[in-house]
Structures are given as structure tokens and as C-alpha cells.
């Protein structure tokens, strides 16, 4: 037991001479069927649930979990950085990544220096990471940690995903505070039921909070049923945020939503702040006081608050206007809204500021949530007018059939197909097109003057993942190439 460990390892082709490689059970791969591999590149140990048959020339530790070790590990390794840190855990369905914009500028008013890991990227200071996932695997996780607190980093704000509860990523982290945005259907091909996927989130409140000592703070939405579930089971440092819960500790009042933005004041024991803010929709006005009250628990002054919350004008792929050509009198719109409760509220945004047609570009992930397809389609009906019916990350499903799964629930809103040239003057209706782009194109070239047009799903993403090619694309890129196509088609 006495072997020296020069790093750790949970894939064998990434293990190097001296490595302690941990076999860790995947989706797809079971690191145990690499542990001789390991071992030939170098392995000075492993860590595994069960042996391979034959001997082994290192030493061998077995535990029964190996996922967890490996965090207890990672964090060791690294000699537990969180301890060094104001480490924020943002979690929830919807509005973790904007949250944690909010809360970024808000330290940053307060004089702090922050760190980020989430979904957009990895940054702190002046560098800035790509994110294979929103929240990392526990050795990249401790290892970021650590090179954040050698950078001087003071805070950091990490979004936590279900996944990376459930699977112990950040079980042995020390967070001062846990936020709790909302809960809504996704993600049930892991976790199979609402309430499965609602204890995974609950694993931050329950147990890894508390582990780390008194005086964290538990920030929760009183307005989500699931949120005030949270707040009941919780005896101490809860701040709670909404807009119609009378126990809700700050409460949004006097709420105004435009077209130009959002205002409101933001009130609790003590305290009143006005807040205006150019982001878009009552998802935003949640994420606004979400991260007002977290800075407001975590000691942060109200004037930093308020300055932190109004620098923001727009976040990369959330509600995100598209610049448009001078002559066309419409809207476009990007989101990264993927399930049924945030396509909902999305256009529920939009409609407030829609003079004329509410159109919906968008699809469903292959090879994820089969069940929320039909939800997503009746919603898309529901609250828009014009569906457009296209492909998201197909992966390796095929593109037809993700569609037919969506339309099933369009046709339960009786909502007609049309023909593709009746777009143009129909006041309801959907059609379907395989080719992303050509959806884009489809509505940007049907649109008619005060038309506003949603083209959810990617958001931020810059590629489309169909079969095992990564395709570069972005959303964004696409309504300016189509618009620059349509210019030439029409001179």
C-alpha cells in the first residue's frame, strides 16, 4: 500500500507511467476490461470492483463503489482545493447557466475573483477551457479546482448537473452554497422517473452540503413545487427566492415585462432594490432573483447586487437576438431550450413581445428522452404558430423518426400540416424538414413583417452531432448565412 502515485487515471488510454488508475463503470465502457492495458502503460496501481482472472503485477485495492473512491481520491490527490474556496453549486432543469453569469458579474462588482465551470466553458482569470460536460468528472474537477486556487481564484461557480450527482462527481467537494433553480422533465433516459431525477438533485441539499460543515447557505425557488419540497426537509441556512410565495425570503414585486427588458423590485426584510435589466421573460426574472438572493446570502452588498445584475445585456445562446438585415421587420430569436418546460416558458417570453406570427424552429436529441418528444411537440403547438420540424443532434437515430416522435404531439393539438408554399399567409400550421438549415431558411424566408421566430434546441452549440461526425454549426451563423442567401436569391 505504500506504492507512490504520480496521478490518477480513470481511462486506460490516458494513463501514464506512475498513474493510479481507477476502473470506473460507463454508459458504454467498463473500465474493467482495461485494467491489463493500463497496467502495460505504466499503472503503478489500481483501484477496481472486481479482478480480472489473471494475476496482476501491481497492487490491487478493491472497494465496492468505484466512482465514489475515485472522487475521495481526486480530492485528496489534490489536496482538497474547495476547502480554499467560496464554491457555488448551482443546479436545477433550467437557468443554471445564465445564473451563474449573473452571480459571476455580481462578485465581480463585489471586488472577488471568479472562476467558472459549466456548460459554455471552463474560465477564470484570463484563460478559458472547452466544456466536453457540463459538470467534469471528479479528477478534472479537482484538478481544475486546484489550478483555480493557484491561479488566486476566491470564488468559483459550478453548475451541477443530475449526472454528476448521481454518479459521486463532486461528493467530496466543500460548496459554502447550493442553489436550486427549478425541476422539469429531462434527462429521464438516466434516471428514469421524476422522482429519481428530483433525489438525484436533492443529493446536494441532503448530504454533500451538510458534509462540508455549518454555515452554508441553501438557496431555493419557493415558486417550484420541487423547490418548496427542498425547503421543508431543510433546518438551517435556507434563503428562498420567488414571485408569487409570500414565504419566499426575497420576493419579486412591482414586475413590468417587455419587449426592452424586464424591471422589478426586489424586496426582502430590510431591503428593497431596483432591478432593470435587458434579458428577456419571466425565465429571466427567476434567474435574476435567483441570483440576487444567493449574492444577498452569501453577504454581498445590495449596491454590487443591483450593478452585477444590470451589466448583463445578453447570455451566449439563452434568449439570444439574432442581428438581423435593416428591411426585415422581424425577430429572431436563439435558445438552447430543449425540454418541454423551457420551450414553454421560452415562447411564453416571446409572445408578450409578438406583434405578428410566433414561429418554432426546433427538434429533440437522438439517442436521449424519448419521452419528452410529444411533450415538446404539443407544447411547440400550443404556444406557438408556426412549427417548423427539423433535426437537433440526431446522433445515431435517424432524423425522420425523432420527427414523427414530435409530431405525435402536434397532431394531439390538432394543430394542421401544411403545404410549404401556404406558409407564407397560413395563421397556424406546421411542416417538416430533416435539414436544419433548411428549416432556418424555411422561416426566415416565410416570415412576414412583426413576425417573431424561435430557434430552439442548440443554443450556444457551435456543431451538430449526426451519427459519429461532428458537423460544424451554429445556429447563429446559419440565420446570417441563410439571410445573405436569401439576398442573393432575391437580386
Not at 485494467?35 to 479482478?51: F, M
Amino acid at each position: 500500500m505504500d506504492v507512490p502515485v504520480r496521478g490518477l487515471a480513470y481511462d486506460s488510454r490516458k494513463v501514464t507511467e506512475g498513474d493510479l488508475f481507477v476502473a470506473v463503470r460507463g454508459a458504454k465502457q467498463d473500465g474493467h476490461r482495461y485494467i491489463a492495458q493500463a497496467i502495460r502503460k505504466g499503472a503503478a496501481a489500481v483501484v477496481a470492483e472486481e479482478l480480472p482472472r489473471e494475476p496482476l503485477s501491481v497492487t490491487a485495492v478493491l472497494v465496492p463503489d468505484t466512482r465514489r473512491v475515485l472522487s475521495t481520491l481526486s480530492a485528496k490527490f489534490y489536496d482538497h482545493p474547495s476547502r480554499r474556496l467560496c464554491l457555488i453549486g448551482v443546479t436545477g432543469t433550467n437557468g443554471k447557466t445564465t445564473t451563474t453569469l449573473l452571480l459571476e458579474s455580481i462578485l465581480r462588482e463585489a471586488g472577488c475573483k471568479v472562476g467558472v465551470i459549466g456548460t459554455l466553458a471552463y474560465r477564470w482569470g484570463g484563460k478559458e477551457l472547452p466544456a466536453p460536460m457540463t459538470t467534469p468528472e471528479s479528477p478534472d474537477l479537482q484538478a481544475l479546482l486546484h489550478e483555480m486556487v493557484q491561479d488566486g481564484v476566491t470564488h468559483v461557480l459550478m453548475e451541477v448537473s443530475s449526472h454528476a450527482l448521481a454518479l459521486g462527481r463532486v461528493d467530496s467537494c466543500i460548496f459554502k452554497a447550493g442553489v436550486f433553480t427549478n425541476l422539469s422533465q429531462d434527462h429521464l433516459d438516466f434516471h428514469e422517473t421524476m422522482e429519481e431525477y428530483f433525489a438525484a438533485k436533492a443529493l446536494l441539499f441532503k448530504e454533500i452540503l451538510p458534509a462540508g460543515g455549518e454555515g452554508f447557505v441553501a438557496v431555493v425557488n419557493e415558486d417550484d413545487p420541487f423547490g418548496s419540497r427542498l425547503s421543508q426537509w431543510l433546518e438551517s441556512g435556507l434563503w428562498s427566492f420567488g414571485v408569487s410565495s409570500e414565504n419566499a425570503t426575497v420576493q419579486a414585486r412591482q414586475v413590468e415585462l417587455s419587449g426592452r427588458g424586464i424591471r422589478a423590485l426586489f424586496s426582502m426584510p430590510g431591503m428593497e432594490m431596483e432591478v432593470a435589466s435587458p434579458l428577456l421573460g419571466r425565465l429571466n426574472l427567476y434567474n435574476l432573483l435567483c441570483a440576487a438572493t444567493t449574492s444577498l446570502a452569501l453577504g454581498m452588498k445590495p449596491a454590487d447586487v443591483r450593478r452585477g445584475l444590470e451589466k448583463i445585456s445578453h447570455v451566449n445562446g439563452r434568449l439570444q437576438r439574432v442581428a438581423v438585415p435593416p428591411d426585415f421587420d422581424g425577430v429572431v430569436v436563439v435558445d438552447y431550450a430543449h425540454t418541454p418546460d423551457a420551450l414553454e416558458k421560452a415562447l411564453e417570453c416571446l409572445r408578450e413581445m409578438t406583434r405578428g406570427r410566433l414561429w418554432v424552429v426546433f427538434g429533440c436529441g437522438g439517442d436521449r428522452d424519448r419521452r419528452k418528444r410529444p411533450l415538446m411537440g404539443q407544447v411547440a403547438a400550443r404556444a406557438g404558430d408556426l412549427v417548423v420540424l427539423t433535426s437537433d443532434n440526431p446522433r445515431s437515430e435517424v432524423p425522420e423518426q425523432i420527427l414523427r416522435d414530435i409530431e405525435a404531439g402536434i397532431k394531439m393539438e390538432r394543430m394542421p400540416l401544411l403545404d410549404p408554399g401556404d406558409a407564407f399567409t397560413a395563421a397556424r400550421g406546421y411542416v417538416m424538414e430533416g435539414d436544419r438549415r433548411k428549416a432556418i431558411e424555411f422561416a426566415l424566408s416565410r416570415a412576414r413583417p412583426y413576425d417573431v421566430i424561435l430557434i430552439a434546441g442548440k443554443g450556444h452549440e457551435t456543431y451538430q452531432l449526426v451519427g459519429d461526425k461532428v458537423l460544424s454549426f451554429d445556429d447563429r451563423e446559419v440565420v446570417v448565412s441563410c439571410f445573405n442567401s436569401l439576398k442573393r436569391k432575391v437580386s
